[in-house]
């Protein structure tokens, strides 16, 4: 699957992307939050609950975008979550790559409903999501733990109703 945005593409992670994202884990910013993510040998081929694409700027691999599907009629949504190399950061490609995914999830994939999770203190995260059209909805607390595993911190659960779509 390749998806267009404004300045990036989304591609369906493939092994030529894996080097590139797996360097992206490990610079000091995104290790943070994510962690050791790609500790595993079959890493990121090893969730078969979410669909995991590349976000690709003019032939280079910047980072991932992910989304998974609730499937149950009555609670039917999905949600997203995205990492990007520290070296693009403030240049708008988290911003396209959500609502690049977002107009996917929407319009191809009929969700009317879109949530998505930043750490409590994750104000950049917090502003690119805004910008898109997603609404915090409350803080989770003590709802994940840090990368170190002895602590939690909060999370935001934000939310994007279809016709809020920026």
Known sequence: MILDGDIVQLETVCEAHVGD???ILHTPEVHARWGDDDAAESWPFDDPESVRLAIV?????VGMIQYGEE????YRH???DIFVDPEVHGQGIGQDSVRTLARHLIDDRGHHRLVIDPAADNAAAIACYSAVGFQPVGIMRAYERDVGGDRFHDGLLMDLVADELR
């Open 78 to 80: 999905a949600s997203i």
């Open 21 to 23: 994202l797996r360097r």
């Open 71 to 74: 499937s149950e009629p009555m």
């Open 57 to 61: 700027l003019r032939g280079s691999v």
